[in-house]
């Protein structure tokens, strides 16, 4: 599976982006995907997920402002990010194949700037 991220971007705090991954190489609605992302001089860290049943899980710190959402037969899952702050300046990464364990696939991130 190969994943291939895009929508990344510069906004001004406050503003909104959507992030886009498409996978190929399997059909997408046989995994979990998800979203990670990576801050400078921090750890990369669980944004949010999607479940093959549909079911979602956001991080704390993105609730109520983040969504994950995904179209099967466009084998895409996105990444709705309202309400941007500053600390969520960082690479975005797709993930797929959640194994109970890990995350099999990740794709090349995709970075998103947000400026105070």
């Known amino acids: 599976v190969q994943l291939q991220a895009s929508g990344g971007g510069l906004v001004q705090a406050g503003d909104s982006l959507r992030l886009s991954c498409t996978a190929s190489?399997?059909?997408?609605?046989?995994?979990?995907t998800g979203w990670f992302r990576q801050a400078p001089g921090k750890e990369r860290e669980f944004v949010a997920a999607?479940?093959?049943?549909?079911?979602?899980s956001h991080a704390d710190s993105v609730k109520g402002r983040f969504t994950i959402s995904r179209d099967n037969a466009k084998n895409t899952v996105f990444l709705q990010m309202n309400d941007l702050k500053p600390e969520d300046t960082a690479v975005y990464y797709c993930?797929?194949?959640?194994?109970?364990?890990?995350?099999?696939?990740w794709g090349q991130g995709t970075q998103v700037t947000v400026s105070s």
């Open positions: 999607i479940f093959r049943g549909g079911s979602t």
């Open positions: 993930v797929a194949g959640w194994t109970g364990s890990r995350w099999s696939y």
């Open positions: 190489g399997r059909t997408f609605s046989s995994y979990a």
